[in-house]
């Protein structure tokens, strides 16, 4: 089964700048927790327990924020201020975390590949940080996924429709509706224009990777922008096999742009944080 979790976290965040100049936009918080937590949480509650994130440079904060901080602990032990911090310790005591640069910025990838040494030959997930999802009726969207993976045993990817003028901030993707919410990929294309895009089903930061994506990422000349694109290197997994893209139950919010991130942190004001503040 799936334990690993990989989080491309090496990007510079140059959307929220000056915020992200000398601080990683992973770091960002959403009401009082960083948005690295909400995902390493999404991975934990949904079984994984070795997380895996590619860093770079100006991002030591991930590790010290996954780490013990002994003199603020120290500090803090039997005031009413512990409890801020008792979620970091559980996962810092339940999870391992693993690290590795991208040393060259070539796209999401060339990130996944970066990570390859972390993951080894096994299925994983990979999460990216920037898209919070939460679904307050059950399960998160990696819990989702992994349920449908140990159904059909091959690389999905999460998909949610988009209004047909923004393909082009996103992968987009199309195929054949197996069932309810659940697609076999025959198509699939990184930030096509309205007018090219092969549907309005966009992927959002959330996959299950089958190890040969690997190879196949290696394999992979620079696509769309220069880079080297996961959606061009799963195309051709789709062609040669089978990637299934699945419409998730819940809410995402795109963190990479203001508007996303001020109604993320409204959503978790009213709906998740009064315990805590
Ligand atoms: C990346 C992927 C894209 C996907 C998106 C989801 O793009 O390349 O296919 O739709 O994440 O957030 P980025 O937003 O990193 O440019």
Redesign the pocket.
């Known amino acids: 089964m799936i334990r690993k979790c990989l989080f491309p976290a090496a990007?510079y965040g140059t959307r929220f700048l000056p915020a992200t100049k000398a601080m990683p936009k992973e770091m960002l918080p959403i009401v009082n927790k960083p948005l690295i937590q909400y995902a390493v949480e999404e991975a934990r509650d949904a079984g994984l327990q070795q997380m895996a994130i590619v860093t770079g440079r100006g991002k030591r904060a991930l590790e010290d924020h996954f780490d013990i901080s002994f003199e603020l602990e120290h500090q803090i032990r039997g005031t009413d201020k512990e409890k801020f911090l008792a979620g970091t310790r559980e996962l810092i005591d339940t999870c391992s975390f693993s690290y590795t640069r991208q040393v060259e910025m070539k796209?999401?990838?060339h990130a996944i590949l970066s990570g390859r040494s972390l993951i080894g030959d096994e299925p994983f997930a990979v999460v990216?940080a920037?898209?919070l999802c939460l679904n307050l009726e059950g399960d998160g969207v990696l819990a989702q996924m992994l349920k449908l993976y140990a159904q059909y045993r091959c690389s999905i990817v999460a998909i949610q429709e988009v209004p047909r003028e923004q393909t082009q901030?996103?992968?987009?993707i199309a195929g054949e509706q197996i069932r309810e919410g659940l697609y076999r990929v025959d198509s699939m294309v990184?930030?096509p224009l309205p007018e090219e895009a092969p549907s309005n089903l966009?992927?959002?930061?959330r996959y299950i990777l089958t190890p040969d994506i690997f190879d196949l990422i290696a394999d992979t000349e620079p696509g769309?922008?220069g880079?080297i694109?996961?959606?061009d290197a799963l195309m051709k997994q789709a062609r040669n096999g089978c990637v299934l893209a699945y419409k998730f139950k819940g809410r995402r919010f795109?963190c990479?742009s203001a508007k996303g991130y001020v109604e993320a942190t409204n959503f978790c004001f009213e709906h998740l944080h009064q315990s805590d503040l």
């Open positions: 990007g796209g999401l990838g990216l920037d898209d901030k996103y992968g987009v990184e930030k966009a992927i959002i930061g769309k922008g880079e694109q996961i959606t795109d990479g």
